[in-house]
């Protein structure tokens, strides 16, 4: 857990302050992410944790080893920052140190012996999908992404219970920023920390938090919440100007397929009889269905108009479906998938492609509508 | 284009570097050689004005080699001097709190630059008197500069966001000055002392003036004496000392250069 309780930081010579009178919980195993525009004091604010900065006035407090409620500011700023993991943009991996050694910063400032931390260090770059041997290698021999994982797993090496990232995918390219991302979410699963996430980028912000804190120049709190409810409710006109006109499409980000879909849809069996299969498209009223076998595995699809006056078995006309969606993806990905392909539904299917539902544009749409319908029923 | 440019950096990295030490340094051996050998040796007759001059009977390639010993010792003291002074100042110059200072400390290593080297020997004889002493000091002085100057920007020019990095992990500021800026900064500092101690092999053979002896023992006895050959003597011999110690070093600082990250 983090607790921002009231406050406050001007910088030496400033009228104004840098981060204003901020009250905020990040509970524990969450990420929260700070987000708003240059000057809004998004870094700053999170350089108070560790005390990089510190604050003019208030208190914060972590939840340490021994999971007692500590204020920074009473503690020793080295040991402080000892025990919490720091991930920066540019990541500032040291140029002259092997991944190893990089790895085992913190590690070996508070003495952990050679093997323990050589042991860490693998278990890590495991963790990151990374070969074993990239140990013995320097920073400039990995690529961009690669040293942000790298940048990554030096800030957990420890397994603080408490980290700090400031636009850690910030220096990368679109592609395996998402990559990273992604990624990152899945660790974030199985290790729970409690985490401080800068960012400038509000779609970064929506997709990494748990919750999100949006800071006006000046540092003043416009609102803090989950990212659904900022989408949803936005505070004020600064926060919708901030996330966006497009904020009903980005809420489709939040929302997963598995969600809204036709979790019982009209299939036919790839043995099945012609005739049978035309009665029960007709009787459903469906111009083509998805044919699956018998452990549910996708086929492909049969129309009803290569089928009429036919006989034989529904495999004999099968044609081979373009796409399918997993359970996980999210909603916006899926319609985007359904325009690409320009069908009118699409088979949904688990990790072994086994058919799980349908959906369709339809089912989408009413998706937003409810949630508009919810969102302004609150705002009267 | 490219071809080109390559095709002119490889012809100017062969003319300089390995003429210079593989061609033209055997070749003014054996000038200074014939030289000493038959010039010097032969003609210089015992308990005559030239030999008094060079303060021994026996000129040859003994002498010489003690001159070059000579000249060695002044460099290597005045430089070692040196960088036990100026790399401290440099990196005291990039402290908090120190940094206002480094327009004093840069400037005062400017002035020891600055000066000329043989006025600066002329004030300081005055103060310190001749000799081997004197000559330290004036080198030592020369040498400051590059060094403090090398030092300061080597650790400034260390990457922001590693020193960031390093503080919000919980080095210490002792940590990250030994452990990152310090070998980070290294090869500038390096390339500091390198330039000190090339400036100093010319430098030091105006030691001969206020007998610090060295290779300029030569030169300053053949100019009153009209004796072209002990002045080329001592000139070659300080010319070539010039390029060798460059050489070294230089293949040294090839090999510390850091792998830098571009992020």
């Known amino acids: ?120 260090a693998e278990e890590l770059v495991t963790m990151m999908n990374m070969p074993v ?24 090496a420890t397994d603080p219970p408490v980290m700090l990232m400031d636009e850690p995918f910030g220096a990368i390219d679109p592609i395996n920023r998402n990559i990273l991302q992604n990624e990152f979410l899945r660790l974030q699963q199985e290790i729970k920390k409690t985490i401080l996430f800068v960012t400038h980028d509000i779609d970064e912000a ?79 009223k469906i111009r083509f269905a998805y044919v699956v076998d018998s452990a549910q595995t996708l086929k492909g699809y049969v129309r009803v108009k290569d089928l009429k006056g036919k006989t034989g078995w529904v495999e004999e006309y099968l044609e081979p479906a373009a796409t399918s969606i997993q359970l996980t993806t999210n909603l916006k990905d899926a319609l985007s998938e359904m325009l690409v392909v320009d069908y009118a539904n699409v088979c949904v299917v688990d990790g072994q492609n086994r058919v799980r539902g349908l959906i369709d544009t339809k089912m989408i749409h009413e998706s937003v509508i409810e949630s508009n319908a919810v969102a302004e029923g609150e705002e009267v | 284009m490219k071809e080109d440019t390559n095709f002119w950096q490889r012809l100017r990295r062969i003319t300089i570097k390995d003429m210079m030490s593989w061609t033209v340094i055997p070749v003014l051996m054996i000038i200074v050689s014939v030289l000493v050998y038959n010039r010097l040796l032969l003609t210089i007759e015992p308990g005559s004005m030239e030999a008094n001059m060079l303060g021994s009977y026996e000129i040859g390639f003994k002498r010489v080699g003690d001159a070059i010993t000579e000249h060695l010792r002044l460099i290597l003291v005045s430089t070692s001097l040196a960088i036990a002074v100026a790399v401290p100042a440099g990196i005291l110059i990039t402290r908090q709190g120190f940094r206002d200072f480094s327009g004093l400390i840069l400037g005062v290593a400017n002035v020891g630059q600055s000066v000329p080297s043989i006025a600066i020997l002329a004030v300081f004889m005055g103060i310190l008197g001749i000799g081997f002493k004197t000559a330290v000091f004036a080198l030592w002085l020369y040498a400051l500069l590059p060094i403090v100057r090398n030092t300061a920007i080597g650790i400034e020019e260390v990457d922001p966001n590693v020193i960031e990095a390093a503080t919000g992990m919980g ?39 206020i007998g610090a002896g060295g290779l300029g023992t030569f030169i300053i006895a053949g100019i009153p004496l009209m004796r072209d050959s002990l002045i080329l003597v001592g000139a070659i011999l300080t010319a070539i000392m010039a390029i060798l110690v460059d050489f070294i070093l230089g293949k040294i600082q090839d090999r510390l250069v850091v792998p830098t990250a571009s992020a």
């Open chain 1, 1 to 120: 857990m983090i607790k921002f309780e009231n406050v406050t930081k001007i910088y030496p010579g400033m009228s104004s302050p840098a981060v204003d009178n901020l009250s905020f919980t990040v509970p524990t195993g969450e990420i929260c992410t700070i987000v708003g525009p240059s000057g809004c004091g998004k870094t700053t604010a999170m350089k108070l944790v560790n005390r990089l900065i510190d604050a003019t006035d208030g208190a914060i407090h972590v939840l340490d080893e021994r999971d007692e409620m500590s204020n920074v500011l009473e503690m020793d700023p080295i040991q402080l920052r000892r025990s919490i993991g720091y991930i920066i943009q540019q990541i500032g991996l040291f140029p002259h140190r092997t991944i190893l050694e990089n790895i085992g910063t913190v590690p070996q400032l508070l003495d952990w012996d050679e093997a323990r931390i050589r042991h860490r």
């Open chain 1, 133 to 156: 041997d990239f140990l013995e290698r320097y920073p400039h021999e990995l690529s961009g992404g690669q040293r942000q994982r790298i940048g990554v797993a030096r800030g957990m």
């Open chain 2, 171 to 209: 080095m210490t500021s002792r940590q990250i000055l030994l452990q990152i800026e310090l070998p980070l900064s290294f090869p500038v500092m390096f390339a500091g002392m390198r330039t000190a101690a090339v400036i100093n092999v010319g430098t030091a053979a105006l030691g001969a003036f």
């Open chain 1, 206 to 284: 929506i997709k990494m938090g748990d919750k999100i804190c949006i800071l006006n120049v000046g540092g003043l709190l416009e609102q803090y919440d989950s990212p659904a409810n900022i989408l949803a409710y936005p505070a004020n006109e600064f926060v919708e100007d901030f996330v966006g006109a497009d904020r009903a499409l980005k809420r489709l980000n939040l929302v997963r397929v598995e969600e809204v879909m036709n979790s019982r849809p009209p299939l036919l069996q790839a043995t099945q009889d012609v005739e049978q299969a035309v009665g029960f498209m007709t009787e459903k």
